[in-house]
T-cell receptor, first 115, second 110 residues
């Protein structure tokens, strides 16, 4: 069964460092997303990406965050200068259609720990 | 924007009993209501969803009901089993994507 894959599964970084989280969405999917889940809390929307550009972003997704689809398979989330409060599980997701009409498939997540 | 409230935060039931988790939403434009199951250390997985043109949907032991007038929807799990233990999230979706509830930790007591 096709799945969304994410790397790394866990990254520890120092405050102020840049971090890149990588995702390989399901191959025939067109819509890509990043969500964040702080430990014990709900899943929060960060950004959606379609047709090589950001379609929606939340208040959390400030200038420190960026996304890129550098080739036909990878979808990356970059945090330029990490803060302690960026510590969370980051989930990539993809879908064939927009979220209100199609199933969203999540990856296993990348745990980011900022020290 | 959309606001989704989910209750209870923790639910403990005896194996074999039923479990009900309830959610309310605020944006009447939302038209897609999925439920996700998240096991420890894993990503959310879709277990069932409902769209605003139906009031109820069932898949084996799992059912979801939707009341658009009251803006609430519920997940029903019957004949609960130990493998049902997980965190369950409801979500409401529209043009702006999915907004999740805070999750319900379902504990199945043997």
């Amino acid at each position: 069964e096709p799945e969304v894959t994410q790397t790394p599964s866990h990254q520890v970084t120092q405050m102020g460092q840049e971090v890149i989280l990588r995702c390989v969405p399901i191959s025939n999917h067109l819509y890509f997303y990043w969500y964040r889940q702080i430990l014990g809390q709900k899943v929060e929307f960060l950004v959606s990406f379609y047709n090589n550009e950001i379609s929606e972003k939340s208040e959390i997704f400030d200038d420190q965050f960026s996304v890129e689809r550098p080739d036909g398979s990878n979808f990356t989330l970059k945090i330029r200068s990490t803060k302690l409060e960026d510590s969370a599980m980051y989930f990539c997701a993809s879908s064939v259609r927009p979220t209100n009409t199609g199933e969203l498939f999540f990856g296993e997540g990348s745990r980011l720990t900022v020290l | 924007g959309e606001n989704v409230e989910q209750h209870p935060s923790t639910l403990s039931v005896q194996e074999g009993d039923s479990a009900v988790i309830k959610c309310t939403y605020s944006d009447s434009a939302s038209n897609y209501f999925p439920w996700y199951k998240q096991e420890l250390g894993k990503g959310p997985q879709l277990i069932i969803d409902i769209r605003s043109n139906v009031g109820e949907k069932k898949d084996q032991r799992i059912a979801v009901t939707l009341n658009k007038t009251a803006k609430h929807f519920s997940l029903h799990i019957t004949e609960t089993q130990p493998e049902d233990s997980a965190v369950y999230f409801c979500a409401a979706g529209g043009a702006d994507g999915l907004t999740f509830g805070k999750g319900t930790h379902l504990i199945i007591q043997p």
